[in-house]
């Protein structure tokens, strides 16, 4: 399992090294140079396939986690709905959150977004609405990158805290029983059976936001 782990660390860190500009940890030393800490970040949401948190989950959880105990940030956003399984993303991601020791009081849930776009914006919305005025998106080089310009372009004020794997490496990978059946929605139909490909492309892209709300 650690092997596993540590594979696709070696393949996500190579491929953050080839697409960042600015590199991942230029992102992370402007962003706390900014803000020594942040009111809230957000962590985008994956797709939860039973019984168990896949590694792409896994690492952005345990980042946040880490940039919470660590004081970079006073609360943790989690952001997603139920789009391909039937469990919402956040709510899920909280549960993991929650068994590492964060305060249930200090995660705050997001379960609109289908799409990383929206899981951006509708999770700056949120907070903004909550008072929060230092928020950073805290989630994989890879997805950091495609967010940057959508931020940059939507969301001026932004920072990013994307994971950085050195440290990443050091946090535990223990995979803790949550009580996921719990969440478990009785009605659901997966996203792939109620939008086209093409429709799901555009909602990737953020055209499905409506800026002006």
Not at 22 to 41: F, G, H, I
Not at 50 to 73: C, F
């Amino acid at each position: 399992m650690k092997s596993i782990f540590a594979f696709i660390l070696v393949v996500l860190s190579f491929s953050s090294c080839m697409l960042f500009q600015p590199s991942a940890k230029t992102l992370t030393s402007r962003a706390l140079k900014t803000n020594k800490q942040y009111d809230a970040v957000i962590v985008p949401g994956v797709p939860f396939l039973e019984p168990k948190w896949d590694r792409t989950m896994q690492m952005r959880v345990m980042w946040a986690i880490h940039l919470y105990k660590n004081g970079s940030t006073k609360k943790i956003i989690m952001s997603g709905s139920s789009v391909y399984s039937p469990y919402v993303e956040a709510q899920i991601m909280k549960l993991y959150a929650i068994e590492f020791g964060v305060p249930e009081d200090d995660i705050i849930i997001e379960d609109k977004a289908q799409h990383s776009t929206e899981n951006v914006w509708y999770g700056y919305k949120l907070a903004k609405s909550l008072g929060h005025q230092k928020i950073a998106l805290c989630t994989d080089p890879f997805q950091t990158r495609m967010m940057y310009r959508f931020g940059k372009r939507r969301l001026k004020d932004l920072k990013y805290l994307p994971v950085l794997f050195d440290t990443l490496r050091t946090l535990p990978h223990n995979e803790p029983n949550i009580n996921y059946q719990a969440q478990k929605l009785d009605k659901f139909t997966p996203i792939t059976e109620t939008q086209s490909f093409w429709y799901r492309f555009r909602g990737t892209m953020g055209k499905h936001i409506n800026f002006k709300e």
